[in-house]
């Protein structure tokens, strides 16, 4: 049940990434795994990896394709709840 939930809840983040006109996928979600970026290019995408970095409750893994950075955001973790989710959402949005 805990994976499905982990599913679910990457697939609903991946939907906000995919209806916010400042980001974008670069990668499917596949399992409880987002992958974005900013559509501004690589500053802006540096930058939200940033913001996440910033702060003491939220981790994404900064990654490079084809030379372009994006972030990952891993929603496998056995103690992640929808909050926890909620909160990486929380912390993109005021950073794009």
């Not at 994404?60 to 372009?68: D, F, I, R």
Request: hydrophobic share 50%; net charge negative; proline share 6%.
């Amino acid at each position: 049940a805990r994976f499905r939930d982990h599913v679910r809840w990457a697939r609903d983040l991946a939907t906000r990434v995919e209806a916010h006109p400042r980001l974008v996928l670069v990668a499917p979600t596949v399992f409880p795994l987002v992958s974005l970026a900013h559509v501004e290019g690589p500053e802006a995408t540096r930058a939200l990896v940033a913001a996440c970095d910033a702060t003491d409750d939220v981790a994404v893994t900064p990654s490079e394709l084809a030379g372009g950075p994006y972030l990952r955001i891993s929603v496998g973790q056995t103690s992640t709840t929808a909050a926890h989710v909620e909160r990486v959402w929380q912390v993109i949005l005021d950073a794009a």
